[in-house]
């Protein structure tokens, strides 16, 4: 991943929508190979981010929130989408891990990368260019299976 793709990711976090503009995440971008391996032997991450070439641990002030976003969750969404359409457009593959802010891993990661006990992990994403293509592209279910018109289906 090249400095200017990365760049590419910070601003499309930073101009991602939030509920009454907090802005109350940071990103905690992981590209030393002693952290990763540090953050692998945190609970079950191992296989998980093995071999990643980058990680970008999102986190957040749940004080910061905007009212009506109990701990500013949809805003969070909105970076995660933001950052996840920029890495589509730089031809990054990306993986979502929420592994990093599960309670038996959380206090471990937040100690590897110095995140302030008042802050939570989101979640975290995996970025690289793949090794080699997914086999098949992945099944949506149709959109009778999703929408419902006028009434739940």
Not at 24 to 44: E, P
């Amino acid at each position: 991943m090249t400095e200017h793709e990365l760049a590419e990711l910070v601003e499309a976090a930073r101009w991602a929508p939030t509920a009454f503009d907090p802005q109350h995440f940071r990103l905690v971008v992981v590209d030393d190979r002693a952290v990763i391996d540090q953050l692998a032997r945190a609970g079950s991450l191992g296989d998980a981010i093995a071999g990643a070439p980058m990680l970008i641990a999102v986190v957040f002030d749940p004080g910061a929130a905007a009212p009506g976003d109990p701990h500013g969750m949809i805003s969070l969404g909105c970076v995660l989408e933001n950052l996840w359409l920029a890495a589509s457009a730089c031809r990054l593959d990306v993986q979502i891990m929420s592994g990093l802010a599960a309670a038996a891993t959380a206090p471990e990661v937040k100690r590897v990368l110095g995140i302030p006990a008042a802050w939570q992990i989101a979640y975290a994403l995996r970025l690289g260019h793949a090794l080699r293509p997914a086999a098949q592209p992945r099944d949506r279910r149709v959109s009778e299976l999703v929408v419902g018109r006028n009434h739940f289906a």
